[in-house]
């Protein structure tokens, strides 16, 4: 195991064309298999890379991308479908899984809170 600078890793880097994939794609339909054919391998060594570099699957991995989107301005259907969800449905069990709470309620309290400020 060899450490290595940050600013010395490059595009060339398989994590790093890994984590830049989803990054500029995760609000487009994509799926293990087709990241895998776009970078070159196959979507079993892609699934291993989830797994053992980010201790989850690709589909959790995604999921987290897509809710790390913000745009406070939108609606909560709108929010769902510029971030990437094919569903409202989908997007409010992954939402419920991540934060322990729907859409709605976290919105609720994060409007409540930021007017008390």
Request: charged letters at 25%; hydrophobic letters at 30%.
């Amino acid at each position: 195991f060899q450490l290595v600078e940050k600013g010395s890793v490059g595009r060339t880097d398989f994590i790093y064309r890994t984590v830049s994939y989803v990054s500029g794609n995760f609000k487009h339909s994509i799926t293990l298999e087709s990241m895998a054919r776009n970078l070159g391998v196959s979507k079993y060594v892609l699934s291993r890379i989830f797994s053992k570099t980010f201790h989850k699957n690709f589909n959790q991995y995604l999921n987290d991308a897509r809710l790390g989107y913000e745009n406070t301005n939108d609606t909560i259907t709108e929010l769902c479908l510029d971030s990437g969800f094919k569903s409202l449905r989908t997007f409010n069990r992954a939402f419920k899984e991540k934060f322990k709470t729907s859409p709605s309620e976290y919105r609720k309290t994060f409007v409540r809170n930021w007017n008390m400020m």
